[in-house]
């Protein structure tokens, strides 16, 4: 499978962090019941994040923030045609 090293953090008392090298892997343990759906799910959310990070940064900087505020301006004074319905 692409899933490369999800690591699953847990406390010991619920089987401890476990490492996954693959999908198959991590599928056998989900089916097995020896993965919990939330941490399972906790797990994705913090790879997502991870994966998501640098994405993120980089629409912090002051380019990509003029970018954003230039694209999502309202719309200019007689330009909507709502509300212009013949009647």
């Given at each position: 499978?692409?899933?490369?090293?999800?690591?699953?953090?847990?406390?010991?008392?619920d089987?401890?962090?476990v490492?996954?090298?693959?999908?198959?892997?991590?599928?056998?343990?989900?089916?097995?019941?020896?993965?919990?759906?939330?941490?399972?799910?906790?797990?994705?959310?913090?790879?997502?994040?991870?994966?998501?990070?640098?994405i993120?940064?980089?629409f912090?900087?002051?380019?990509?923030?003029?970018?954003?505020?230039?694209?999502?301006?309202?719309?200019?004074?007689?330009?909507?045609?709502?509300?212009?319905?013949?009647?």
């Open positions: 499978g692409a899933l490369v090293g999800l690591e699953v953090v847990r406390a010991e008392r089987g401890g962090s490492v996954f090298g693959d999908a198959v892997e991590l599928e056998a343990a989900f089916g097995a019941k020896l993965l919990h759906p939330l941490d399972l799910k906790a797990a994705i959310v913090t790879a997502i994040n991870a994966l998501l990070l640098p993120r940064e980089q912090e900087s002051k380019e990509m923030q003029e970018l954003i505020d230039g694209a999502y301006e309202g719309p200019r004074e007689g330009s909507s045609k709502a509300g212009s319905g013949a009647g």
